[in-house]
């Protein structure tokens, strides 16, 4: 494939296109290792002209000082052009992450959502007037932090960019967004649709490259002056030794082992149904996947054997098959790792009572496919619960009561999400106050609202995106007092 095949980056007003065969990033389809598309990849020197050309448009660009509304039909029309390109979006992340068909329009809907809403927050938006205590009066303003770097993960490309993408222009923010490298599509079809809509040259500009080069240089840059990342625990740790010694704030959604639990006073069919989905939905690449399912000891034996029959019954296959319930995961080198930790798991004593292994069937032999597996047999301090896999891979524990299952769920580095299915309110009022994690859902699992806050607590995270608190987070506090006074205080 010659250069010209390739998908060009943009700079400024410059399209930057490969002159160098390896100066490229090729994204495969997981679903049959065709070739997906191949972009055009940024490198470290890239990332010194687009600080600039980012400074360049925060501080000549009206944006930033556009009266809320304004702004705010920026943002609107970006999420109306997004929802009007909803299937051609779609199909790229379908070709791009392996993600089922209806999956990939939520996630296009999702990220129209986030659009609108921030629009909506921008106009809506009050500054604080605080009490005086004196002859004055004093005032708390929102001011964005001038050019912000965002780095989203692979696994929900469309939604993540525009969660962060979306509050940081409402704010005023210029706007480096880094989409991983398995799937950098989608990023550079938002930043199409944002220019097209009428937002500012230079206040979004995509950069497709490697974390360990392109990532690094925009932590690292001193023009940059705030840091966004949702991936890894560890690349969140050295993200944040940088910026920690910086002196800039970070926001970072990190990893989670979530805790999945099934009271003996639960709705059994209800419950089966809601760990299934917070497993294996997203081929359970998704930071809140319920991977730790806790089940009371009077009702193991039957909630297991119900699970497992469930569980049998998840269809994996194409993500274009309207049936298919569960596509592939993200790339060969990540199905391997899922498949290693079902082996530690093996070695560990456990017993695989489903799937543990990639499916047999001829039409998804090129594709990188693992069946939905159900461990059970270790205890919680075994590798397979308390490391991230990020793969279709469920681990079950029973337990005795409240108290026990308290110390096991926290009992992990992590503390992103939770979930317990329960008849008694004043149990889940008391368990979901003493779990630790940013996300606690009760008789429902991975129910998500835009308007509500999101992140973790311990590893899993600093900061929290959506919400209010989502424009909070890209935006710095500037105090503001008038003096109404004759004469200078204290004098």
Sequence with gaps: MNASSH??????????????????ITSINPADGSVACIVTRALPRDVDAAVAIAWDAFQRQPWRKLRPDQRAATLYEIGRRLAAEREPLARLQMIDSGKPWKECLNMVDSAAGHFRYYAAVCETWQNEMTSPRGEYFSMALAEPFGVIAAITPWNSPIMNEAQKAAPALAAGNAVLLKPSEETP???????????????????????????????????????????????????????GGIAGQRLIPVGLELGGKSPHIVFDDADLDRAVAGVVSGIFGSAGQSCVAGSRLFVQKSIYGRFMEALVARTRQVRVGLPDDPATQMGPLVSRAHRDKVAGYVDIGRAEGGRVLVGGAAPDRAELANGWFYLPTVIDGLGNGARVCQEEIFGPVLVALPFDDEDDVIQQANDTPFGLAAGMWTGDYARAWRVAREIEAGSVWINTYKQSHIATPFGGFKASGIGREKGLHGLRLYSQVKSLYWGMHNQPMGL
């Design 7 to 24: 998908k060009p980056f943009r700079l400024g007003a410059d399209w930057r296109h490969s002159q160098d065969g390896d100066a490229v």
């Design 185 to 239: 599509q989608l990023a550079l079809e938002l930043a199409r649709i944002c220019a097209e809509a009428g937002l500012p040259e230079g206040l979004l500009t995509v950069l497709p490259g490697h974390g360990e080069d392109v990532g690094a240089a925009l932590v690292r840059h001193p023009g940059v002056r705030m840091v966004s990342f949702t991936g890894g625990t560890e690349t969140g740790r050295a993200i």
